[in-house]
């Protein structure tokens, strides 16, 4: 059984910074895209990032327009771990913040919530003073 757990949330000032972590069990990611989205209240669940195998030892990384320059992903294939370093945080940054994860594949969005097979249960990162 696969499961994706997500740790680091939490309530955090304006222009601070948290670092969400991923743990995936049950299979191994290192050939496909782990990614992050978040969904803030009465709003649809937005694209964050995402990291993908593109062969070799090679991974890219891609950031939605609103959080590029201020959050890093990077994953750990050894501890099966994808982890997003959010910085200069602000309050629009407020949301349930969800782990996704795929196989290897081709010709799929990472920015699009239907390429993902598996997701986690959440982690609420609120930004405020």
């Known amino acids: 059984q696969v499961q994706l757990v997500e740790s680091g949330g939490g309530l955090v000032q304006p222009g601070g910074s948290l670092r969400l972590s991923c743990a995936a069990s049950g299979r191994t990611f290192s050939r496909g895209s782990m990614g992050w989205f978040r969904q803030a209240p009465g709003k649809e669940r937005e694209f964050v990032s995402a990291?993908?195998?593109?062969?070799?030892?090679?991974?890219?990384?891609y950031y939605a327009d609103s959080v590029k320059g201020r959050f890093t992903i990077s994953r750990d294939n050894v501890k099966n771990t994808v982890y997003l370093q959010m910085n200069s945080l602000k309050p629009e940054d407020t949301a349930v913040y969800y782990c996704?994860?795929?196989?290897?594949?081709?010709?799929?969005?990472?920015?699009?919530?239907?390429?993902?097979?598996?997701w986690g249960q959440g982690t609420q990162v609120t930004v405020s003073s």
């Open positions: 990291i993908s195998w593109s062969g070799g030892s090679t991974y890219y990384a």
């Open positions: 996704s994860a795929r196989g290897s594949g081709a010709g799929y969005n990472y920015a699009s919530l239907n390429a993902y097979e598996y």
